[in-house]
């Protein structure tokens, strides 16, 4: 971390704790020792990999059960871990739905729920504990992305528009926090098989059975979900551990590449093609904007 907090030492929130990712990001941060705070919606999962990480690592864990898109019980959480731990070292927001359905079929409030718990729930839970975090001079905060951050597709709008305001929003956020000892990242998992695809909501049956497109793009991301979990955890771990990794603060930090390529490029002050052509961010360019190059 930017101070020499050690993760033996440090304090981790974790959200959507239960399941797929969040379960890996838990594993590797007890593994290292951390202290966990879960937050999930799912009682009785989250209750069993609290006794499993007690057990197996020997370290520190808390639950809540809560919708992390519920304002009063993140503000609530955020107080309680406070009083308990007196410090918060690493935000891992990982909870996240997903909604099949074209616009002009979908309910709004449904594509809104998406925002909700996507793009509110970080938002509030960085909030709460950000104050805590620079009152320390210290801190890592850490989201997982999509690679449909800044992207499109097909039938997954809500999907996408939230995925790419958090990136935006973490962006954002670097420029508030950075010099005050904050570091921030936008974390791309792979195709992972979450079982985000098989929560409520996700797909419309009645929809599905009118349209086979939208059947075969359910069915093709089901098939590529082949990525390992366990390499979204490490990376968290590495991110929130390893000194040079501030240098990365702000950027959209893919689990499936190699950290060292991007440490080389990007160390090479003001020349490397990552700060030359702003890599890894949001942005959008105007024909003017290249002109010349």
Known sequence: MSATVKLNEAVVVITGASRGIGVSIAHSFANAG????????????????????????????KVWTAD????????????EIEAHYGRVDVIVNNAGIIQFDLVENVDVQDWWRVMEVNLLGPVALTRSLLPCMLAQGTGTIISIGSRLCG???????????????LMQFHQCLHREVWARGIRTFVVQPGNVN??????PGAVNPDR????AELIRRVQALK?????DPRVTGDLCVTLASLPVARILSGLYIDAEQSLDDIFE???????GLIQQHELYQLK??????????
């Not at 009682?43 to 197996?56: D, M, N, R, S």
């Not at 992207?151 to 305001?165: D, E, I, M, R």
């Not at 098939?223 to 990525?227: G, H, M, P």
């Open 151 to 165: 992207g499109s597709a097909k039938y997954l709008s809500a999907y996408a528009c939230s995925k790419t305001a």
């Open 194 to 199: 979450t079982n985000i695809l098989a929560a």
């Open 223 to 227: 098939d590529t979900s082949t990525c």
């Open 34 to 61: 951390s202290s966990l705070c879960l937050i999930a919606r799912s009682a009785p999962e989250l209750e069993a990999l609290e006794q499993e990480l007690i057990q197996v690592y020997k370290v520190s864990v």
């Open 68 to 79: 992390i898109s519920d304002i009063d019980q993140v503000t609530n959480i955020a107080h």
């Open 284 to 293: 959008i360019r105007k024909l003017a904007d290249v002109e010349g190059q």
């Open 265 to 271: 490029d990007i160390s090479v002050s003001g020349k």
């Open 208 to 211: 599905a059975s009118e349209d």
